[in-house]
């Protein structure tokens, strides 16, 4: 919902049917906020591959491949 500052503060997914039901997929398609200005977002890639931070529109998904920490900044999730 849009506050009177004019920003807007929204949810995707549901932590109870994660936790309760094992629904580990995905809620939200990263590539529609690609050009979203100043969006900021914290969660899980689908079936808990990864980690997802957004950061004033900046992607930062981090993964592990090889036992290494991998860091993507796609929006391609």
């Known amino acids: 919902s849009q506050n009177k ?3 807007e ?3 995707e997914g549901a932590l ?3 936790m309760h039901k094992g629904d580990l997929s995905a809620k939200a398609d990263l590539a529609e ?3 979203t200005e100043h969006l900021y977002g914290l969660g899980a890639l689908e079936n808990l ?3 997802i931070l ?3 529109g ?3 998904i981090s993964t592990v491949e090889n036992g290494k920490l991998k860091i993507n900044k796609s929006f391609d999730y």
């Open 5 to 7: 500052d004019g920003f």
């Open 9 to 11: 503060v929204a949810y």
């Open 16 to 18: 109870k049917n994660m």
């Open 33 to 35: 906020f690609d050009d």
């Open 49 to 51: 591959k990864g980690e």
């Open 54 to 56: 957004i950061m004033d």
């Open 58 to 60: 900046e992607a930062f």
